[in-house]
C-alpha cells in the first residue's frame, strides 16, 4: 500500500505542477500564478503529517525548480516546500480540520514557502527584487493560494485520507 500511496502522491503533483506551469500563467496577477503543487503539500501535510508531506514538498519543489520555465537557481522552491511541508504536518490532528483552520494553514504555508523563496533570492545572488516587490509578491501568492483552497484541498484531502491504510489501536 506504501508504493501506491507514493505513485498516487506523485500522480497528484505531477496534475498539479502540469496546471501550475501550462494552464495558469495565463491567470497570472501581477505575474504571479497560484501555487498548486504548494496546495498538494499542504493537503498532504494535514492529512498524512510531516515527514511526508516534508518528502511530497521536496520532491514538488524540485519539480518546480526544474520545470520550464524555470529562471531561478534549483533548489530554492525544494528547500521551501519541504519546509512547508514539515511546518504544516506539525499541526495536523488527529481529527478532521475545520475549513477555518485549512484556510488558515494555507495561509500560513503560502506565506512561509513565498517567504522563503524570495528570500534564498539575495543570499544565492539569484535576480533579486527589492523589498516591496518581494512583499508584493507575497501577498499576491498568499491571497492566490487562498482563493484556490476550496476547489483543490478537499478533493486532494479526501483522496489522501483513501489511501492511507487504518490506524491500529494497541
Request: net charge neutral; aromatic share 8%.
Amino acid at each position: 500500500m506504501s508504493l501506491v500511496r507514493g505513485v498516487i502522491a506523485l500522480l497528484v503533483l505531477a496534475l498539479a505542477l502540469i496546471l501550475q506551469v501550462s494552464l495558469f500563467p495565463h491567470f497570472a496577477w501581477q505575474g504571479v500564478v497560484p501555487n498548486l503543487a504548494l496546495l498538494v503539500v499542504v493537503a498532504s501535510a494535514l492529512v498524512r503529517g510531516p515527514e511526508f508531506a516534508a518528502t511530497l514538498g521536496f520532491v514538488a519543489g524540485a519539480m518546480i525548480d526544474l520545470a520550464p520555465p524555470a529562471d531561478h537557481v534549483a533548489g530554492r522552491w525544494a528547500l521551501a516546500l519541504l519546509l512547508v511541508g514539515f511546518i504544516a504536518g506539525k499541526v495536523r490532528q488527529d481529527t478532521r480540520p475545520s475549513a477555518s483552520a485549512v484556510v488558515l494553514t494555507v495561509a500560513a504555508a503560502s506565506f512561509i514557502g513565498t517567504s522563503i523563496f524570495a528570500l534564498t533570492g539575495p543570499i544565492l545572488d539569484d535576480p533579486v527584487l527589492t523589498v516591496p516587490e518581494m512583499i508584493q509578491v507575497i501577498l499576491i501568492a498568499v491571497v492566490w493560494d487562498v482563493l484556490l483552497t476550496p476547489f483543490v484541498l478537499p478533493p486532494v484531502m479526501a483522496l489522501f485520507r483513501r489511501v492511507q491504510p487504518a490506524q491500529v489501536a494497541f
